[in-house]
């Protein structure tokens, strides 16, 4: 994961030695939840967000695309952590720094094939190469790139690479500050990907590994749509059950984003104007206090605890 280069553009500076923290939005979803956030920083100073918090969304590097399971993206979060704190960094995170830098220079266009077959080819660099898996650490980052960029610039001509991208790929990790700055996973209780039975109780192994880490661990029950339905006060008149359940209610759509069609008939999951809903946050925040708010007994109650978070950040 990787920070996104949107907001880090964006950073204030204070003439006074006022230091902003940084709160760090890891979303299990790659659309609505970007959308949204996106509209709460741009609107921050309307609806109040402290000044000296800056949002700093964690976006997916390449092989993490498509993850939706939250164990999963929190184990990576943990790891690219422990990697910044150690200053060391497996194979897999340094083809992912590699493949954000072809990105943001637009070697890599949006064609996901050519980029299934960079990924491809600088795995069996890897190993033909280097002798190295994707989960080995990387000895010398210099070395390594050097090795897998030479290859790379003869077999895909690649003219954007510049001579110095060891140095970019090393100090292109996450700039969290331990103790300082926030951790803050945004992620729905989605029975399919949120396993919670005995004999893998992930929801428990995230709900204790987020407080172990002072992470901060935001849960909507069912899905995200429900936050979305709560700025809107006809979420108190729909059925409980259903929305527990979430049933498919159409071959594409479930029963808490088809009740939010209805009441807002302009949303669609990837395209929507997050501002328009953004304005009514504060009701939001209150008709969530009339469902459950606690991230352990979220589990298997309807609610959400996304409103405790916009509250933290106006302080």
């Known amino acids: 994961m990787r920070e996104s280069r949107k907001f880090a553009e964006r950073t204030q500076v204070f003439s006074s030695d006022r230091t902003l923290k940084k709160y760090f939005l890891v979303y299990e979803g790659s659309d609505t939840e970007v959308l949204y956030f996106d509209a709460v920083h741009n609107m921050r100073t309307e609806i109040g967000i402290n000044p000296l918090i800056e949002l700093v969304p964690l976006i997916r590097s390449y092989s993490e695309e498509g993850w939706s399971n939250p164990k999963k993206i929190l184990d990576r979060i943990i790891e690219n952590l422990e990697e910044g704190r150690t200053k060391s960094m497996s194979y897999e995170t340094l083809l ?24 491809k080819r600088m795995g069996r660099i890897c190993e033909e190469n280097l002798h190295k898996t994707l989960g080995s650490e990387v000895e010398d980052i ?8 030479g290859i790379l610039e003869k077999e895909c ?12 790929i090393k100090d292109g990790g996450i700039t ?19 396993i919670a039975v005995p004999s893998n109780n992930q929801y428990g192994y995230v709900v204790h590994t987020c407080a172990e880490k002072k992470f901060g661990l935001y849960i909507t029950n069912p899905c995200f ?50 501002e328009e809903i953004v304005r009514h946050i504060d009701k939001a ?3 969530e206090e009339k469902f459950c708010e606690d991230v352990a007994l979220l589990e298997n109650k309807v609610g959400s605890n996304l409103g405790l978070l916009i509250r933290e950040m106006r302080l």
Request: glycine share 2%.
């Open 142 to 149: 210099k070395y390594a790139c050097s090795v897998i960029l």
């Open 157 to 168: 001509e690649f003219v954007h690479v510049i001579s110095d991208i060891s140095n970019i």
């Open 225 to 274: 749509e429900f936050w979305l339905l709560l700025h809107f006060d006809e979420v108190l008149g729909l059925d409980m059950d259903k929305l527990l359940e979430n049933p498919k209610v159409t071959a594409k759509r479930r029963y808490a984003e088809q009740e939010l069609r209805k009441i807002w008939p302009r949303y669609r999951k990837s395209s929507y104007k997050a």
């Open 176 to 194: 969290y500050a331990e103790g300082f700055d926030k951790i803050c996973l945004i992620v729905d209780r989605d029975r399919e990907s949120f």
């Open 285 to 287: 925040i209150k008709n």
């Open 96 to 119: 992912n720094r590699i493949m954000d830098y072809f990105y943001d220079v637009k070697a890599i266009t949006s064609s996901k094939i050519q980029a299934r077959n960079i990924w």
